[in-house]
């Protein structure tokens, strides 16, 4: 994770918050680039006017733009911020529209250091060895020695790496693009600028790319404004705080569902409620298509990264992943049951939620990394926090959803409960990645035998998403 892009997007968030909450970010959302890169201080680019000009775009970015948007460049910011308050006022969305408007990321130019193609390069260290291993192990025959060291002929590297592993002084090293090597589904490359551009027909949404990028280029399309200009009409937001939330905040749950309503949040919930429906749900569905064919497989759906590379790269296998509804799908019903009026938030650490919740109709996706900016602007302590009083806590499997085998525990757990002899073959996919999704063909191929398989598209599971706090 890049650790300077993630401060420098909690530092923007909280100076938009507060300055939207004193009533002045109208005034003082152009200056904000200029105060945190002042005259004379050391610049992280080039100079400090590159600086500001990165810093404008996270704010456009913020404020719900991106730089596709951008058809003016002398347009400030405090004419975004116009036209997100018009926007919403006249009840437009301000995703609608484009394919890049729908899309939850944006690739900022100005921020893209344009790296070199990824190839294996023979440094000075080569020392010409007799035994010549690197060219002997090389599969094309790309390498040849010239004047006592190895040369690579680019035209026929396959880049394996073979050559790599097999120098004994470490001569030969493999460069990267940082995103494209994150990218699971090859949806990010340099265009004819040296640019990154993400092909949104390929992209998943997993957000890989956002947190690998070492220069922080990528940036997530944010709903905050929107948000916050719902809080101040006085709209009933409700806040549906994800199961990852407990490894992202101190304090408990309950504290953290505390500190959201002091944040200004009409009704709050947690998300693992939800979870306890697609447990019981995605059980049934499994029981009865496994009653149908015992040689069927069934994934699960809660991941919608998952679901998205499904349904772009592998759409033969789409009938294979469940039906059943994720936990953020029945945290929504749940409380638009409660009150029909209330416009449902979803908190987590997932940018794929953000695709999700516009397919399923949740208002609105805030990531952790901005619900920290609020409660921070707002000088909310969650330590400090009364415990919420909740009718029930959710069960403790719905709470693991978070983690990666969370949803197979419920699962079993929810089955063994009606039936002691029950018996799940149960695979999981920890991470989604170029080898994981061979891996994942080959049990959809049946080549792996399994009949119910979890996929999480970030190691660990949910907790550790691209946007988590940590």
């Given at each position: 994770?890049?650790?300077?892009?993630?401060?420098?997007?909690?530092?923007?968030?909280?100076?938009?918050?507060?300055?939207?909450?004193?009533?002045?970010?109208?005034?003082?959302?152009?200056?904000?680039?200029?105060?945190?890169?002042?005259?004379?201080?050391?610049?992280?680019?080039?100079?400090?006017?590159?600086?500001?000009?990165?810093?404008?775009?996270?704010?456009?970015?913020?404020?719900?733009?991106?730089?596709?948007?951008?058809?003016?460049?002398t347009k400030t910011l405090s004419?975004?911020?116009?036209?997100?308050?018009?926007?919403?006022?006249?009840?437009?969305?301000?995703?609608?529209?484009?394919?890049?408007?729908?899309?939850?990321?944006?690739?900022?130019?100005?921020?893209?250091?344009?790296?070199?193609?990824?190839?294996?390069?023979?440094?000075?260290?080569?020392?010409?060895?007799?035994?010549?291993?690197?060219?002997?192990?090389?599969?094309?025959?790309?390498?040849?020695?010239?004047?006592?060291?190895?040369?690579?002929?680019?035209?026929?590297?396959?880049?394996?790496?073979?050559?790599?592993?097999?120098?004994?002084?470490?001569?030969?090293?493999?460069?990267?693009?940082?995103?494209?090597?994150?990218?699971?589904?090859?949806?990010?490359?340099?265009?004819?600028?040296?640019?990154?551009?993400?092909?949104?027909?390929?992209?998943?949404?997993?957000?890989?790319?956002?947190?690998?990028?070492?220069?922080?280029?990528?940036?997530?399309?944010?709903?905050?404004?929107?948000?916050?200009?719902?809080?101040?009409?006085?709209?009933?937001?409700?806040?549906?705080?994800?199961?990852?939330?407990?490894?992202?905040?101190?304090?408990?749950?309950?504290?953290?569902?505390?500190?959201?309503?002091?944040?200004?949040?009409?009704?709050?919930?947690?998300?693992?409620?939800?979870?306890?429906?697609?447990?019981?749900?995605?059980?049934?569905?499994?029981?009865?298509?496994?009653?149908?064919?015992?040689?069927?497989?069934?994934?699960?759906?809660?991941?919608?990264?998952?679901?998205?590379?499904?349904?772009?790269?592998?759409?033969?296998?789409?009938?294979?992943?469940?039906?059943?509804?994720?936990?953020?799908?029945?945290?929504?019903?749940?409380?638009?049951?409660?009150?029909?009026?209330?416009?449902?938030?979803?908190?987590?650490?997932?940018?794929?939620?953000?695709?999700?919740?516009?397919?399923?109709?949740?208002?609105?996706?805030?990531?952790?990394?901005?619900?920290?900016?609020?409660?921070?602007?707002?000088?909310?302590?969650?330590?400090?926090?009364?415990?919420?009083?909740?009718?029930?806590?959710?069960?403790?499997?719905?709470?693991?959803?978070?983690?990666?085998?969370?949803?197979?525990?419920?699962?079993?757990?929810?089955?063994?409960?009606?039936?002691?002899?029950?018996?799940?073959?149960?695979?999981?996919?920890?991470?989604?990645?170029?080898?994981?999704?061979?891996?994942?063909?080959m049990h959809l191929a049946g080549?792996?035998?399994?009949?119910?398989?979890?996929?999480?598209?970030?190691?660990?599971?949910?907790?550790?998403?691209?946007?988590?706090?940590?």
């Amino acid at each position: 994770m890049n650790l300077a892009a993630q401060y420098i997007r909690r530092e923007l968030a909280i100076r938009l918050v507060r300055a939207f909450d004193a009533n002045k970010l109208d005034r003082e959302i152009d200056a904000i680039p200029i105060k945190l890169r002042p005259k004379n201080e050391p610049s992280s680019r080039c100079c400090i006017y590159h600086d500001r000009a990165v810093l404008k775009y996270r704010l456009m970015a913020l404020l719900g733009y991106s730089i596709e948007d951008e058809s003016d460049e002398t347009k400030t910011l405090s004419s975004y911020l116009e036209d997100v308050i018009r926007e919403v006022s006249e009840g437009k969305d301000p995703y609608a529209g484009l394919e890049h408007k729908m899309a939850p990321l944006s690739v900022c130019g100005p921020a893209c250091s344009g790296c070199p193609d990824a190839k294996v390069v023979s440094t000075d260290n080569c020392r010409g060895c007799f035994a010549r291993p690197c060219m002997y192990n090389c599969p094309k025959k790309a390498i040849s020695i010239v004047g006592g060291r190895s040369v690579i002929d680019q035209s026929l590297c396959i880049k394996c790496g073979k050559c790599v592993t097999a120098c004994p002084y470490h001569a030969i090293v493999k460069t990267s693009v940082p995103c494209e090597d994150a990218c699971p589904v090859g949806a990010i490359r340099k265009n004819e600028f040296g640019v990154a551009q993400i092909n949104f027909e390929k992209c998943i949404f997993c957000g890989k790319c956002f947190n690998q990028c070492p220069f922080g280029a990528v940036m997530e399309r944010s709903q905050l404004m929107q948000i916050l200009l719902a809080m101040k009409r006085g709209e009933k937001l409700v806040a549906m705080v994800a199961p990852a939330a407990a490894k992202q905040f101190p304090g408990t749950i309950e504290q953290l569902l505390s500190a959201c309503k002091k944040a200004g949040f009409a009704e709050v919930m947690e998300v693992a409620l939800g979870a306890e429906k697609t447990t019981r749900h995605e059980t049934a569905e499994f029981v009865e298509r496994y009653s149908k064919d015992p040689k069927m497989i069934m994934t699960t759906s809660c991941c919608p990264a998952w679901v998205n590379l499904v349904a772009k790269h592998m759409p033969e296998h789409i009938e294979k992943v469940s039906l059943t509804p994720s936990p953020m799908v029945y945290s929504r019903e749940i409380m638009k049951e409660k009150d029909p009026s209330l416009k449902t938030v979803f908190i987590g650490p997932c940018v794929a939620k953000r695709s999700e919740a516009r397919r399923k109709d949740v208002d609105f996706v805030m990531s952790f990394e901005e619900l920290g900016a609020i409660l921070a602007a707002r000088n909310i302590d969650v330590m400090s926090c009364e415990a919420y009083p909740l009718e029930r806590p959710a069960e403790a499997t719905a709470r693991n959803y978070s983690h990666s085998c969370g949803v197979t525990e419920a699962v079993i757990a929810e089955a063994m409960g009606k039936d002691p002899g029950f018996k799940l073959n149960s695979k999981q996919i920890n991470g989604i990645d170029k080898k994981s999704i061979m891996m994942i063909r080959m049990h959809l191929a049946g080549k792996i035998p399994t009949n119910f398989l979890e996929v999480m598209a970030c190691p660990g599971g949910c907790e550790n998403g691209p946007c988590s706090m940590r």
